[in-house]
């Protein structure tokens, strides 16, 4: 017999069953097939935000027939866990938040060019400079995440490395604030990540850009690099184990394949699964010297494909749910052939963001109006048909960001 169930009653031994339903529509529903391993499984994917799953009662080692007082779940207290977080509202509207981020990140950058320069110079590293940094991008966060992650992907600097160290702190920090990190965690997993990539500092740049497939020696190379960053950092007095963790671990995966060390599953530290997440995702839809950025969208997809294998079960999948399928700046065609750009995300509903409405069918300006996706009566229900390329059309996300409510 097949039965949904609460996410905090899934016992070990319970089989699972992948019910074909489309996650990007239910994506509270834990679907992958298989036995839960353990108690420790079940936390974790509540943890990730799960609520509920299918599970067959004729599978698996679960003993579903003993008397009802002796079951396991007996021990689990109802409602306590896998409640709903509630539709993510922002402190601070878009149009006010994203002239405070734009200051904060560009006075991040200035410092990221400053590091990277020291480093590659006289292997110095200004750490504590970096703490004030982080709490301004974490205040930002705070007050509303989606104005700081736009401003990842319209700055379109060819400065990759320099970007890229911001990026993925930006993106790490507002990832933890959603996961429930407290602000300690935040600013220690802010400052890993704002180092994670210091040591790319000491590749030659010649690596560092190559275009084409890297030989296996400097393929080596390259892959000292979160060795050096580990080295660079561990020479400051007092600096938290878990920042080099962050650090030395974030090209490790979740099935051994990774480096340096090929550690595995949980011996990875957290601040390493969150960044490597991060930096996968900011990779992947960058412009570099040899390939123009991807589309959001398309990067999701794939990182939704490295589930379970680089990235740990519910890691992948909790990120899309964070950023949305659109992620806030994308332009995209609704389902009666206007366009608009996404202003907000809605981690409850992947599929429906906020979108400021500004072109007709054929991209000719329109009466600008804000929407939300997720909160349209039924009979004005739109949706979201296909994401465009924003460069392509001649349209500047950043402009319409300001004039969004
Ligand atoms: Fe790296």
Known sequence: MIKKLPAAALRPGMHVVDTGLDWTEH???????????SDAQTKGLIADGYEAAFVDTDRGSYAWNLPKGLRPEQQVRDGVIGEKTGRHKPEIPMAVEIHRAKAVYDESLAFAKDFMTSAAKDGKVDYEAAAGLVEEMLDSVTRNYDALISLTKLKTFDEYTFTHCINVSVLSTAFGNYLGLSHEDLRDLGAAALFHDVGKSLVPPDILNK??????????IMQKHPERSYRLLREKKGIPKRI?????????????????RHLAGEDIHLFARIISVADVYDALTSRRVYKPPMMPSKALTILYGMRGKDFHPGKAETFIKFLGIYPVGSLVRLSNNEHGIVTGSNPDAPLKPSVLVAFDANMKAIPKRQIDLAELPAKESLEISECLDH??????????????Q
Do not use: M
Not at 211 to 220: C, H, S, V
Not at 391 to 402: E, H, N, R, S
């Open 244 to 260: 080099l963790r962050g650090i030395v671990e974030h090209h490790e995966k979740f099935n051994g394949a990774g480096y340096p």
């Open 211 to 220: 275009p084409g497939k890297l030989t296996d020696q400097e393929f080596l």
């Open 27 to 37: 994506p509270y529903l834990y679907a992958e097939e298989g036995e839960i391993a």
């Open 391 to 404: 460069a392509q059309f001649g349209v500047d996300p950043g402009v319409y960001l300001q004039l969004a």
